[in-house]
DNA sequence: GATGAATGAGCGTTCATTCAT
DNA sequence: AATGAATGAACGCTCATTCAT
């Protein structure tokens, strides 16, 4: 009926973690997150409770409750933990090279496939499997302008930024690179998951060159070099 | 809530309708879709209950189970529906033209803003907004494989099919025509969105040419020309 | 999360019932009420849960959501119930007697004895018991200025202002009649308490004259006319 | 929260203080009867809990719990505290006092102002709020007859018994003097709510003469001297 | 063909309490 | 002497669904 100020909303919120108690900190923190990415990227959060996880993970309810005061915020910490992972593994790996084309299809490759939090983070694959679904549902959610949602973007925003700033260098004259950088990282997820569940819908194969190359074709051709060309 | 069990009991599943009673056989069947598109539309799948919308039509609960099943069954009805006009309109007004990079200039046009199924559904914009937004994360969604996921793509599959077909008479080389014809479908409506609600993430404009051109911009450009022209 | 429509309030919340289906018209609600009366005057409001009465009634918490939204307007309802019942039968019995001091003491008589809703009830005795235990928890309560709270005091307020207006018509001269008149009723009450459960507190015997009496003793003397005695 | 198997295992229970753990003997417990009055007396014990408690207070649930066993055993030690501080400034204050009418009129002074232990307590005020609206519900509560409750009531009870002797020498022929101090007592009580939170409900002013002046027109007249008059 | 009444199961949350450290 | 971690049990509430009428 009250209790508005035990949720102190521990953690910074943007582009940090939001929790009560630090996951990391104990093992039974690191099994919440651990099987909480893995019922997630299952069975999707729809359906996800805390409840089921505690019994799937040998704890009580109220344990949870010690991390994360809700799914939505332990989702919220899973997906910016698999975007901050992305975006410093882009820095990283992209900061030497000099051609933009050449980076853009480093991105691609990143956007592709897994990515762990520098070895940390056994479930990687099921952050990536919940990026990939929940960030779509996110951003088509209803609960638009909530500190939630915007909690969630975060880490898109940044990763397509990265992705628009290069295609700036690479093509300087296309009037979209942000639109474009949407597209291009939601086609990435979006070809993920046609190449596993509905093949038929797509020529991309299941190696990982395949759907790098295609998106590379989503690159906008420099038109006034072409022109100038002649 | 699992919606493992959905009974597909009545109604051809594939390209038509699946419902335990027609709809549209009754003036109570009407406001079942009426108000169920406007609630969905608005507040998301998620917490769309029939409950709520019995409550809402002014009848009973069990009165909503006798036109369909479960809310799954409802929305399966009424994004098909959203498809078949998208579908039919599509082919009724690009038939005639025989440019292919116009044509596609009219796809994306059509997937930009609402469509009715030819004067009956005065709720269009509602079942538009809920195609949208959840036929997204039916993609995405966890029950893949299911009859239910058939049912919600079989829709998608046809207009991306005739996106895709489009495009290879435009670009005969072009190696993923499938592959772009779904990128190009989810980059619409994922513009849409962003337009709406995080305008900061692109420069699509509110003006309906602004996304059209965006679109066409992601055009694979023939390479064979480029080629010639050296 | 939301449900911010479903609750509708029915029922007219001031001087009246509210509930969201009237308990008066099935069985199942008959028994809510009994059971709910009974239980509340036992156990207190504090440890009443809807649970309990549920189990206790032989029916689902779910069913017992059907009449009542929570246990706050099944306690607000039944106390709205005494109080109406109290304050019908007082103006009925009151009005044909002139000497305000003999109203004062039918007043008295009512206020120290349950009262049922014209036959209607069973539990009036509970309805009282409630009334006399957790109405003043209400006065004290926390949630001061909530419509809920205004529901609540409504009876009493207009039983208070009954008194009052007799002790006038008694006294005109006594500067603090809506005082006294609250002091009166809480009096009553107490006594009552105190008779039961500590008689070594006071002098109020079992017999309701002695009760009666005593309150009877706190009217004030009209000082004026023993002025004019002399 | 059913507390009925309230521990008194340590502290005298009548008269004095019940602990674990004397909460004068640290900083701790200080803190805890600070915060715990500060907070019972805005919110009511109703929402109140070692856990916010020990939140507000920096310290551990775990921590409260060594100093009381149960929420109830440090309310019950306030309220002890208030009663017994208000106990010993009224023995104080009246016992030079001859007349016994202007002893009342203290009294009721008394009663209608918050008493600090001896400036021990800086949350006096807090204890006043507590006494006020929790020892009515005390004696209408549900758990008559458990040591909870004698405990609860017995400072209730000797500063009424102090009333109600003092009436005595005042009256010696009124019957009820008993009832009458519980009377006078709770009314000071009740006056004291119905000012703050609904004046209509009252002539009672906030000026504090006024309440008292009140409370002395309930002293009843010595019938015997009127009749000597004549 | 539609309704009213009811249910069983589950969810999110909080609480009082315990115990090893 | 105090803490941190955890638990079991309950609570308030909603949902999808069924069935007699």
Redesign the pocket.
């Known amino acids: 009926m009250d ?1 508005s100020d ?1 949720h102190t909303e521990v953690g910074r919120l943007l582009n940090g973690p939001a929790y009560l ?1 630090d996951p990391d ?4 923190g690191r099994d919440i997150l651990l099987f909480g990415a893995e019922m997630m990227a299952c069975g999707g959060i729809e359906s996800f ?4 996880l505690a019994s799937r993970a040998g ?5 949870v ?2 991390y994360f ?3 939505h915020q332990l989702l919220l910490y899973l997906l910016n933990r698999y975007w901050n992972a992305l975006e410093y593994k882009a820095m990283q790996e992209t900061v030497h090279i000099n051609e933009p084309l050449e980076r853009l299809q480093r991105l691609a490759e990143l956007l592709t496939g897994p990515v762990a939090q520098a070895g940390k983070d056994e479930f990687a694959g099921h952050l990536y499997a919940i990026a990939m679904s929940e960030s779509v549902k996110v951003h088509l959610g209803t609960e638009t302008g909530s500190d939630w949602q915007k909690g969630m973007l975060n880490g898109y925003a940044r990763i397509t930024g990265l992705v628009a700033e290069t295609l700036r260098t690479a093509n300087p004259d296309y009037p979209y690179p942000r639109a474009w950088a949407a597209t291009f990282v939601d086609s990435a997820m979006q070809q993920q998951f046609l190449l596993r569940h509905l093949p038929e819908l797509t020529e991309v194969q299941s190696a990982p060159t395949s759907l790098t190359r295609f998106l590379l074709s989503l690159i906008p051709q420099q038109e006034s070099k072409e022109h100038a060309s002649f």
Chains 1, 2, 3, 4 share one sequence.
């Not at 409770?49 to 089921?52: D, E, P, V």
């Not at 704890?59 to 344990?63: G, Y």
């Open positions: 209790s035990i108690k900190s104990s093992e039974t409770t805390f409840r089921k704890i009580t309810e109220a344990t409750y010690r005061s809700n799914k």
